[in-house]
């Protein structure tokens, strides 16, 4: 069994930056692949950005070249590092595995874009 728990967040304003960190717990998280997902208000959760087990990565279209996914298999932590942020960013961010599971979801971290 693994958990999951999201930080990093906060309110920045258009242009700014901030770095996600999930930690998880478990023996076995350096197997899986992880994922970076955002709801924002009134929208479906949705996939940002994914890491595999070996380094792989790829994102969404929209934060293509503005966030980077990572991971420290020996911390058992992936980041998503944000950059050039737009308000259209705005939204709860979650970490879970790549597909996601259900048991998974933690409480996710509020990321806000806004001048």
């Known amino acids: 069994q693994v958990q999951l728990v999201e930080s990093g967040g906060g309110s920045v304003q258009p242009g700014g930056s901030l770095r996600l960190s999930c930690a998880a717990s478990?023996?076995?998280?350096?197997?899986?692949?992880m994922g970076w997902y955002r709801q924002a208000p009134g929208k479906q959760r949705e996939l940002v950005a994914a890491v595999t087990s070996g380094g792989s990565t790829n994102y969404a279209d929209s934060v293509k070249d503005r966030f980077t996914i990572s991971r420290d298999n020996a911390k058992k932590t992936v980041y998503l590092q944000m950059n050039s942020l737009k308000p259209e960013d705005t939204a709860v961010y979650y970490c879970?595995?790549?597909?996601?599971?259900?048991?998974?979801w933690g409480q996710g971290t509020q990321v806000t874009v806004s001048s």
């Open positions: 478990g023996s076995i998280f350096s197997l899986y692949d």
């Open positions: 879970n595995r790549r597909p996601a599971r259900g048991e998974y």
